[in-house]
């Protein structure tokens, strides 16, 4: 299985992930990035992951963002791949353009779906 990314609630092959070079996110970094593990299939610390997450956001003043519609687009990113563990990585830019999903290292039916690249550098 090839690896996958949410990118707007779009599960996606990761190459075919892109974003413009213009993205705020893309250029100055202007993002909040959280990495949570994933065991059997489920995220591990999920409630500490995102209240970080969400106060990381509140930190550089990015506001507005739904925690709840990320963490459905985490899970469905979950189901969708079959991982049963690993790294994923979680990211939402200022302009909104990089919230994404993209498992890394993760295993489905045994298998490593290979190394993750971030869709920042797409």
């Not at 949410?6 to 413009?20: A, D, F, R, W």
């Not at 213009?22 to 990035?33: I, S, T």
């Not at 979950?78 to 290292?105: D, E, M, N, T, Y």
Request: hydrophobic share 40%.
């Amino acid at each position: 299985m090839n690896p996958l990314a949410n990118l707007h609630g779009k599960i996606m092959p990761l190459e075919e992930v892109t974003i413009s070079p213009l993205d705020r996110g893309f250029l100055f970094g202007d993002a909040v990035y959280e990495v949570l593990r994933v065991y059997q299939g489920k995220p591990w610390l999920e409630d500490e992951h995102f209240g970080r997450f969400a106060r990381s956001l509140e930190e550089i003043r990015i506001r507005g963002v739904d925690m709840a519609r990320m963490r459905r687009r985490m899970h469905e990113t979950i189901k969708a791949g079959g991982f049963g563990g690993g790294g994923l990585p979680a990211s939402h830019a200022r302009s909104g353009a990089a919230q994404a999903f993209v498992p890394q290292g993760c295993h489905a039916a045994g298998a490593p779906l290979g190394p993750g690249i971030s869709p920042h550098l797409r």
